[in-house]
């Protein structure tokens, strides 16, 4: 046996999570082809409001935004730092995404298909920003309905941090999601849950409950993401060429209203629901749907 | 006060529309009737405190799973219905907005409430590109994700000019904890940092509201404060079927040019860079 069979595939795997937010862009542009990055931080449009709290600003307010092509079309890459301010969303961070979903939009709608790609590591609002946070988060939903409506809007939550917050709502959005088994999805994170409802709703310190309830395996088991993938940049960037290519879907989850609306009203609500079982159900269920 | 602030919401929907409850089949919590407003019929929604909700984290007005999957096929059903309508005839949607905030609770995390407040959000900003003039009032509290699923895809928001009345990311005690201060800290810096603030006549100055409207009675409106209302409902439709469709006209305002310069100028070199690359 030679050596190389040893080497386990997981040593061998190019990791996505311990890449910044702007490598974890880089990486997914087809390879000999050139990116660019727009508004980057030598252009320096910083938060004017975190200095005035003291709180150091970063150039290129913790999203980066890369313009270039996936799977032989344009595509651009929007990616939050969840390094800086815990991936949170401010005036300048959020008007970036909102404006390079809109120039995507209006290229697609002139008939040249322009894909987003979302690297969604974030908590939501900036709270230093608050309301320019929440008015920015309802923009980008805007903006990315409109996109969706000519192509693709992928996003991926690898981890560490996850996507919480207003954020979640622009992943319940997107024609695809792909998570790591290590991410997270959700509106309220349990620390949030705990703090305003009590431990006996949630213990935050509960790890296995928060991925059981959260976590990248039970988003995509019940249908709520569209693919696991490992930690590996090959697969995540097979997974965003596969999605670029296949274009919009021709529902998308956040449509489907009677679908979801009747799955809430088949819940038990006289107790905690159990991750597992409600899995399976949904999973059932969309056989049986696919099956019709 | 939070007592008080859910009953504005009541007390709003039944002087716009004289009525006050559910349709059938709907949860308790979501209020909803389509009422003459002006010369036209307008579907008026309002999520409200329902004591009863089989959802614990929602009793008090919160917006959980069934709120947000409500008010979704509600907007939808009139979609549907005006579906061949030119945009003239489009019938407007009024949110009236009293909401403390989402639902924090296990339950709505285990069953993807992230997803129910995409639909409802998809739903509302949907009809607004399909032509609806859709409208938010604010009568209370229109907090974080609970403005985010129910009356931020508006195209006009119009909000009461009374302390009772707040909009934010987040509700003061906790926005405090988190960023390290106390309430007495956070109100006096939401002075200096307008987005921070919890007056609504800071929020005033993003330029994001349509209008404020000075009623006498915020909790329990007077004739003539519904008058004021009716009155301002009807013209905020008529501008909002003259108007764009598209959010971003909320940059245009000068009190945005004013407060939001950076991200302004953000998108303007995006703009640029754009043709570049």
């Known amino acids: ?292 | 006060m939070s007592e008080q602030a859910s009953l504005r919401g009541k007390a709003w929907f039944q002087a716009l529309t004289g009525k006050g409850q559910p349709q059938t089949g709907d949860p308790g919590s979501v209020w909803s009737a389509n009422e003459k407003i002006g010369p036209q019929t307008a579907l008026f929604l309002c999520v409200v405190p329902n004591l009863e909700s089989r959802f614990p984290c929602v009793r008090d007005g919160q917006v959980g799973l069934e709120e947000a999957y409500t008010l979704a096929a509600r907007v939808r059903e009139t979609m549907d219905a005006d579906r061949k309508q030119p945009c003239s005839q489009k019938r407007p949607i009024v949110a009236i907005v009293d909401v403390k905030s989402q639902a924090y609770g296990r339950r709505e995390e285990t069953a993807g409430i992230f997803l129910a407040a995409a639909a409802s959000a998809d739903a509302y900003a949907s009809a607004r590109m399909a032509g609806h003039p859709v409208i938010a009032l604010v009568v209370g509290q229109a907090l974080s994700g609970g403005f985010l699923t129910h009356g931020y895809q508006s195209n006009c928001v119009l909000a009461f000019d009374d302390p009772g009345v707040i909009i934010h990311a987040m509700h003061k005690e906790a926005a405090a904890r988190i960023t390290r201060r106390s309430v007495k800290d956070l109100e006096q810096l939401g002075h200096e940092i307008v987005p921070m603030s919890y007056d609504i006549q800071d929020y005033a100055k993003l330029g994001i509201l349509h209008e404020l409207l000075h009623v006498d009675s915020p909790v329990k409106p007077t004739q003539s404060d519904i008058d004021t209302v009716k009155q301002a409902i009807v013209k905020a439709i008529d501008e909002a079927r003259r108007g764009p469709l598209h959010l971003n006209v909320r940059l245009l305002s000068d009190a945005a040019k004013e407060t939001r310069k950076a991200g302004i100028a953000a998108r303007a070199l995006m703009e640029q860079q754009w043709l570049e690359a």
């Open chain 1, 1 to 292: 046996m030679n050596q190389a069979t040893l080497i386990p595939e997981f040593v061998k795997r190019r990791s996505f999570i311990e890449l910044t937010g702007r490598s974890r862009a880089q990486s997914l542009f087809d390879e000999g082809t050139a990116w660019r990055e727009l508004v980057g931080p030598f252009d320096r449009i910083e938060s004017p409001w975190l200095p005035m709290q003291g709180v150091a600003p970063q150039s290129d307010d913790g999203c980066i935004v890369i313009k270039g092509r996936i799977a032989g079309k344009p595509a651009v890459v929007i990616s939050l730092e969840g390094a800086f301010q815990g991936g949170s969303i401010g005036e300048v961070s959020g008007a970036k995404m909102t404006a390079a979903l809109d120039l995507a939009a209006r290229d697609s709608s002139a008939g040249n298909s322009t894909a987003a790609v979302l690297l969604l590591e974030t908590g939501g609002v900036r709270l230093q920003e608050a309301n320019l946070g929440l008015a920015a988060i309802a923009e980008v939903i805007s903006s990315l309905l409109v996109l969706r409506e000519h192509a693709p809007v992928i996003t991926v939550v690898a981890g560490t941090v996850g996507c919480f917050g207003g954020m979640a709502l622009t992943a319940g959005l997107s024609s695809y999601v792909v998570m790591t088994r290590g991410a997270r999805l959700g509106l309220n994170g349990p620390e949030v849950i705990e703090q305003e409802s009590g431990i006996e709703e949630f213990d935050s310190s509960d790890r296995a409950l928060a991925w059981a309830i959260h976590g990248g395996e039970q988003r995509v088991g019940m249908g709520l993401a569209d693919f696991l993938a490992e930690d590996s940049v090959e697969q995540i960037a097979s997974a965003v060429r596969k999605y670029v290519a296949a274009g919009k879907p021709a529902q998308h989850r956040s449509e489907q209203v009677r679908l979801y609306r009747g799955r809430i009203a088949a819940l038990d609500a006289s107790r905690q629901i159990d991750p597992l079982k409600l899995r399976q159900e949904w999973t059932t269920s969309r056989q049986k749907q696919g099956a019709q």
